[in-house]
Protein backbone atom coordinates (compact mmCIF):
# COMPACT_ATOMS: atom_id res chain seq x y z
CA UNK A 1 0.00 0.00 0.00
CA UNK A 2 1.38 3.74 -0.83
CA UNK A 3 2.58 5.68 1.92
CA UNK A 4 2.85 9.36 2.47
CA UNK A 5 3.78 10.59 6.15
CA UNK A 6 4.06 14.57 6.65
CA UNK A 7 5.95 16.02 9.80
CA UNK A 8 4.96 17.85 12.00
CA UNK A 9 1.56 17.22 11.92
CA UNK A 10 1.11 20.42 13.06
CA UNK A 11 3.52 23.74 14.04
CA UNK A 12 2.94 27.46 15.64
CA UNK A 13 5.16 30.16 14.64
CA UNK A 14 5.67 33.99 14.87
CA UNK A 15 5.79 35.85 11.78
CA UNK A 16 9.25 36.04 10.24
CA UNK A 17 10.16 32.73 11.41
CA UNK A 18 11.44 30.51 8.64
CA UNK A 19 9.88 26.70 8.64
CA UNK A 20 10.61 23.41 7.18
CA UNK A 21 7.96 20.69 6.63
CA UNK A 22 8.45 17.45 5.81
CA UNK A 23 7.23 14.21 3.55
CA UNK A 24 8.36 11.52 2.86
CA UNK A 25 6.96 8.52 0.95
CA UNK A 26 7.12 4.65 0.38
CA UNK A 27 5.09 3.87 -3.07
CA UNK A 28 5.21 1.97 -5.99
CA UNK A 29 5.51 3.68 -9.31
CA UNK A 30 6.30 6.91 -8.25
CA UNK A 31 6.11 9.47 -11.13
CA UNK A 32 6.17 13.13 -9.03
CA UNK A 33 5.98 14.80 -5.71
CA UNK A 34 3.17 17.36 -5.35
CA UNK A 35 3.04 20.32 -2.71
CA UNK A 36 -0.48 22.03 -2.11
CA UNK A 37 -1.89 24.59 0.14
CA UNK A 38 -5.29 24.44 1.30
CA UNK A 39 -7.40 27.29 3.10
CA UNK A 40 -10.73 26.80 3.45
CA UNK A 41 -11.53 25.05 -0.15
CA UNK A 42 -9.96 23.81 -3.01
CA UNK A 43 -6.05 23.22 -2.15
CA UNK A 44 -4.08 24.89 -4.56
CA UNK A 45 -1.23 23.92 -6.34
CA UNK A 46 2.17 25.04 -4.70
CA UNK A 47 4.79 22.70 -6.69
CA UNK A 48 5.53 19.61 -8.75
CA UNK A 49 9.07 17.71 -8.13
CA UNK A 50 9.67 15.21 -10.60
CA UNK A 51 13.68 15.03 -10.50
CA UNK A 52 16.08 14.56 -7.41
CA UNK A 53 17.97 18.01 -5.81
CA UNK A 54 16.60 20.63 -8.44
CA UNK A 55 15.14 22.89 -6.00
CA UNK A 56 11.87 24.78 -7.09
CA UNK A 57 11.15 27.96 -6.01
CA UNK A 58 8.29 30.82 -5.45
CA UNK A 59 8.85 33.60 -3.67
CA UNK A 60 9.40 33.05 -0.14
CA UNK A 61 8.26 29.03 -0.60
CA UNK A 62 11.12 26.45 -2.13
CA UNK A 63 11.09 22.94 -2.22
CA UNK A 64 13.38 20.01 -3.01
CA UNK A 65 13.04 15.95 -3.68
CA UNK A 66 15.50 13.22 -2.66
CA UNK A 67 14.32 10.69 -5.06
CA UNK A 68 17.17 8.22 -2.84
CA UNK A 69 16.13 9.18 0.35
CA UNK A 70 12.23 9.30 -0.55
CA UNK A 71 11.63 12.28 0.82
CA UNK A 72 10.91 16.01 0.40
CA UNK A 73 11.29 19.11 2.38
CA UNK A 74 9.18 22.27 1.59
CA UNK A 75 10.41 25.98 3.09
CA UNK A 76 8.98 28.79 3.98
CA UNK A 77 10.95 32.03 5.00
CA UNK A 78 9.85 34.98 6.52
CA UNK A 79 6.75 33.65 7.30
CA UNK A 80 3.50 35.78 6.93
CA UNK A 81 -0.40 35.04 8.97
CA UNK A 82 -1.52 34.85 5.30
CA UNK A 83 0.66 31.84 5.20
CA UNK A 84 -1.40 30.13 7.86
CA UNK A 85 -2.79 26.62 6.07
CA UNK A 86 -2.74 23.31 5.62
CA UNK A 87 -0.05 21.76 3.53
CA UNK A 88 -0.99 18.61 1.52
CA UNK A 89 2.16 16.43 0.53
CA UNK A 90 1.01 14.27 -2.56
CA UNK A 91 2.78 11.24 -4.61
CA UNK A 92 1.72 11.22 -7.83
CA UNK A 93 2.09 7.71 -9.37
CA UNK A 94 1.05 5.37 -12.19
CA UNK A 95 -1.29 2.65 -11.21
CA UNK A 96 -1.12 1.01 -15.05
CA UNK A 97 -1.57 2.06 -18.43
CA UNK A 98 -1.72 5.96 -18.38
CA UNK A 99 -3.47 6.39 -15.22
CA UNK A 100 -2.28 8.52 -12.75
CA UNK A 101 -3.55 9.29 -9.44
CA UNK A 102 -2.12 11.22 -6.39
CA UNK A 103 -1.90 9.33 -2.58
CA UNK A 104 -2.13 12.69 -0.30
CA UNK A 105 -0.10 12.81 3.59
CA UNK A 106 -2.24 13.83 6.15
CA UNK A 107 -1.04 17.45 6.10
CA UNK A 108 0.71 20.19 8.19
CA UNK A 109 -1.48 22.33 9.83
CA UNK A 110 0.81 25.74 9.73
CA UNK A 111 -0.70 28.53 12.08
CA UNK A 112 1.48 31.81 12.10
CA UNK A 113 1.05 34.45 14.97
CA UNK A 114 1.24 37.81 14.15
CA UNK B 1 -11.70 31.39 -7.54
CA UNK B 2 -10.13 28.31 -9.34
CA UNK B 3 -10.71 27.18 -13.18
CA UNK B 4 -12.79 24.45 -12.06
CA UNK B 5 -16.12 25.13 -11.43
CA UNK B 6 -18.21 23.03 -9.26
CA UNK B 7 -21.86 22.96 -8.17
CA UNK B 8 -23.33 23.39 -5.84
CA UNK B 9 -21.26 24.62 -3.41
CA UNK B 10 -23.47 23.20 -0.47
CA UNK B 11 -25.86 20.60 -0.16
CA UNK B 12 -28.12 19.09 2.11
CA UNK B 13 -30.02 16.41 0.74
CA UNK B 14 -32.26 13.33 2.64
CA UNK B 15 -31.16 9.44 2.43
CA UNK B 16 -34.13 8.34 0.02
CA UNK B 17 -32.86 11.48 -2.80
CA UNK B 18 -31.29 11.57 -5.58
CA UNK B 19 -28.87 14.63 -6.21
CA UNK B 20 -26.26 15.17 -8.57
CA UNK B 21 -22.68 16.79 -8.40
CA UNK B 22 -21.28 19.21 -11.40
CA UNK B 23 -17.69 19.35 -12.37
CA UNK B 24 -16.65 22.03 -15.10
CA UNK B 25 -13.55 22.74 -16.51
CA UNK B 26 -12.49 25.04 -19.53
CA UNK B 27 -8.90 24.49 -19.86
CA UNK B 28 -8.70 21.51 -22.53
CA UNK B 29 -7.62 18.98 -19.18
CA UNK B 30 -8.28 15.52 -20.49
CA UNK B 31 -8.21 13.86 -16.79
CA UNK B 32 -10.93 14.18 -14.22
CA UNK B 33 -11.29 13.05 -10.58
CA UNK B 34 -13.77 12.99 -7.89
CA UNK B 35 -12.01 13.18 -4.47
CA UNK B 36 -13.66 12.91 -1.20
CA UNK B 37 -12.21 14.92 2.29
CA UNK B 38 -13.44 14.28 5.57
CA UNK B 39 -13.14 16.63 8.30
CA UNK B 40 -9.23 17.25 8.76
CA UNK B 41 -8.66 14.55 6.65
CA UNK B 42 -6.73 14.70 3.59
CA UNK B 43 -8.44 13.76 -0.04
CA UNK B 44 -9.16 10.54 -0.91
CA UNK B 45 -9.48 9.68 -4.18
CA UNK B 46 -12.68 8.52 -5.67
CA UNK B 47 -12.61 8.24 -9.73
CA UNK B 48 -10.78 8.97 -12.83
CA UNK B 49 -11.72 9.40 -16.05
CA UNK B 50 -9.00 9.99 -18.54
CA UNK B 51 -10.07 10.90 -21.56
CA UNK B 52 -14.43 10.71 -21.03
CA UNK B 53 -13.42 7.28 -20.02
CA UNK B 54 -13.57 5.38 -16.64
CA UNK B 55 -10.06 4.36 -15.63
CA UNK B 56 -10.28 4.40 -12.04
CA UNK B 57 -12.33 3.60 -9.63
CA UNK B 58 -11.19 3.18 -6.16
CA UNK B 59 -14.02 0.82 -5.04
CA UNK B 60 -16.48 2.99 -4.24
CA UNK B 61 -19.93 1.72 -3.37
CA UNK B 62 -22.58 1.60 -6.12
CA UNK B 63 -24.51 4.43 -4.38
CA UNK B 64 -22.07 7.10 -6.46
CA UNK B 65 -22.24 7.02 -9.81
CA UNK B 66 -19.64 9.16 -11.96
CA UNK B 67 -20.52 10.52 -15.61
CA UNK B 68 -18.34 12.23 -18.08
CA UNK B 69 -20.35 13.84 -20.81
CA UNK B 70 -17.65 15.25 -22.70
CA UNK B 71 -14.27 16.45 -21.96
CA UNK B 72 -15.37 19.68 -19.89
CA UNK B 73 -17.79 18.31 -17.65
CA UNK B 74 -17.57 15.23 -14.73
CA UNK B 75 -20.79 14.24 -12.88
CA UNK B 76 -21.44 12.64 -9.96
CA UNK B 77 -24.70 11.11 -9.20
CA UNK B 78 -25.62 10.36 -5.43
CA UNK B 79 -28.68 8.28 -4.35
CA UNK B 80 -29.69 6.33 -1.69
CA UNK B 81 -26.69 7.76 0.60
CA UNK B 82 -26.11 7.60 4.00
CA UNK B 83 -24.88 10.19 7.01
CA UNK B 84 -20.97 9.12 6.70
CA UNK B 85 -21.10 10.44 3.12
CA UNK B 86 -21.22 13.71 4.45
CA UNK B 87 -18.14 15.21 3.39
CA UNK B 88 -16.53 17.92 0.97
CA UNK B 89 -16.43 16.66 -2.78
CA UNK B 90 -13.53 18.14 -4.95
CA UNK B 91 -13.26 17.76 -8.46
CA UNK B 92 -9.73 18.35 -9.97
CA UNK B 93 -8.35 18.26 -13.68
CA UNK B 94 -4.85 18.07 -15.06
CA UNK B 95 -3.85 18.73 -18.63
CA UNK B 96 -2.73 15.20 -20.26
CA UNK B 97 -3.25 11.54 -19.22
CA UNK B 98 -0.61 10.31 -20.71
CA UNK B 99 2.12 13.21 -19.12
CA UNK B 100 0.11 13.29 -16.07
CA UNK B 101 2.89 13.29 -13.30
CA UNK B 102 5.68 14.45 -15.62
CA UNK B 103 4.31 18.16 -16.24
CA UNK B 104 0.77 18.09 -15.03
CA UNK B 105 -0.45 18.64 -11.81
CA UNK B 106 -3.77 18.57 -10.68
CA UNK B 107 -6.18 21.58 -10.32
CA UNK B 108 -8.82 21.36 -8.18
CA UNK B 109 -12.49 23.52 -7.52
CA UNK B 110 -13.70 25.06 -4.49
CA UNK B 111 -15.79 21.63 -3.29
CA UNK B 112 -19.20 20.70 -2.94
CA UNK B 113 -20.04 20.57 0.84
CA UNK B 114 -22.28 17.66 1.36
CA UNK B 115 -24.64 16.85 3.84
CA UNK B 116 -26.61 13.37 4.20
CA UNK B 117 -29.91 13.58 7.00
Known amino acids: EDKVVQSPLSLVVHEGDTVTLNCSYEVTNFRSLLWYKQEKKAPTFLFMLTSSGIEKKSGRLSSILDKKELFSILNITATQTGDSAIYLC??????????????FGKGTLLTVNP | DTEVTQTPKHLVMGMTNKKSLKCEQHMGHRAMYWYKQKAKKPPELMFV???????INESVPSRFSPECPNSSLLNLHLHALQPEDSALYLC????????????????FGNGTRLTVT
Open chain 1, 90 to 103: AVGVNSGGSNYKLT
Open chain 2, 49 to 55: YSYEKLS
Open chain 2, 92 to 107: ASSQDPRRAGYNSPLH
